[in-house]
């Protein structure tokens, strides 16, 4: 059975897009087995610097996985820090990477092509998310295209370790969710929490209400015909919130003229509302519950460690340092 791993900064509140993107898919391939799922706050470091939010965002996105449906007896589920010997493995990982192969990743250059001043952290990262990958013996890496770049990199890393000490490390492979479409934010760019114009999983009723109701649509009259219906932004969040006949029941009526567009956006809101009520529920149940989550965490991290060990004295022992 493969081993799948995948990691999820604390850097921020998660949105509808992280939702459909990254948790959905990650949760339905739990049922496979053996999923490995960590809260990467060792990588938020270069994000942000104050240590009370990291723990709040740490402690949140915690919440959110194992309201929306992350089962901790079938994936396991942990703080990256709580399992510290990964920033061993990045020494060693990192003794062996090429300056130019860190040159070249897209992610540290738009970072600095943004202005953003760098640090050794952020030229580091791809290193430390390798060394989150290989630790674990990991097969299948699902991830956004955003960081197919970086699992590539994590197999260059990986096939120079082999080559320069013999084979101890598992290649992995990357898995790109193809069939999950980007979802589009308020302003039809990307969601994403860097551009201001996302929809939070379990945000506030009356907010993201109005940020629905705000959505800017065209100056057509509501009886007009739409032709173009099945690319109006409402539809397209529809299809992902409501039951597939009631987005089609919007889609055909906006195509035919007479829905108005306040109204289409009404409905938007509560399809979107109701979608996330029972993990709203959930949530708060788990919120009551700190120690619970707080225990789920320790048994993921004793279960990771126990894996990491034995691959950090096969890597130790191959370099000559046990
Ligand atoms: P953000 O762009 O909000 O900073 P991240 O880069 O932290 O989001 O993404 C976390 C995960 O969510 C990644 O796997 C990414 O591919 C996925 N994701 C983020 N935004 C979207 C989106 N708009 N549509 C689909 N998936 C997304
Ligand atoms: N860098 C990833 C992101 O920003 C998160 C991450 C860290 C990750 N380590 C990982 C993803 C290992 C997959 C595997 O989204």
Redesign the pocket.
């Given at each position: 059975m493969p081993r799948i791993l995948t990691g999820?900064?604390p850097?921020?509140t998660l949105?509808i897009?992280?939702y459909?993107?990254?948790m959905r898919p990650a949760i339905e391939l739990q049922a496979g087995g053996d999923a490995f799922y960590f809260i990467a706050d060792y990588h938020s470091m270069t994000a942000l610097t104050d240590a009370a939010e990291r723990r709040a965002y740490t402690q949140g996105i915690a919440l959110d996985w194992l309201a929306c449906g992350l089962d901790p007896a079938k994936a396991v589920f942990w703080r990256q820090s709580d399992v510290p010997v990964v920033c061993e493995l990045t020494w060693l990982l990192g003794s062996l990477t090429p300056m130019g192969l860190l040159e070249r990743a897209h992610s540290y250059k738009d970072k600095t092509a943004k202005g953003i001043a760098p640090n050794f952290g952020l030229f580091a990262y791809p290193v430390l998310m390798a060394a989150d990958i290989l630790l674990y013996d990991t097969n299948v890496v699902p991830?956004?295209r955003?960081?197919k770049q970086h699992v590539e990199m994590t197999r260059d890393i990986a096939i120079k370790f082999n080559q320069t000490y013999g084979e101890t490390l598992v290649v992995p492979d990357v898995q790109i969710r193809d069939e999950?479409a980007?979802?589009p934010?308020l302003d039809g760019q990307?969601?994403?929490?860097?551009y201001g114009n996302?929809i939070e999983i379990f945000g506030e009723e009356k907010v993201i209400r109005k940020k629905i109701m705000g959505i800017v649509m065209d100056s057509r009259t509501p009886q007009e015909p739409k032709p173009d219906a099945d690319k109006n932004l409402a539809i397209l969040l529809m299809r992902l919130v409501a039951p597939q006949d009631v987005a089609l029941d919007y889609e055909n009526r906006l195509r035919a003229g007479g829905l108005g567009y306040g109204d289409l956006k009404k409905a938007l809101f509560e399809q979107c509302w109701n979608y996330f009520a029972p993990y709203r529920a959930r949530r708060a149940e788990l919120m009551a519950n700190p120690d619970y989550v707080e225990h789920v965490l320790r048994d993921g991290a004793a279960r990771a460690q126990a894996v990491a060990a034995k691959t950090m004295d096969r890597a130790l022992k191959a370099c000559g340092l046990r």
């Open positions: 999820i900064t850097s921020g949105h897009g992280n459909f993107g990254a991830v956004g955003d960081q999950v980007v979802v934010g990307k969601m994403s929490k860097s996302s």
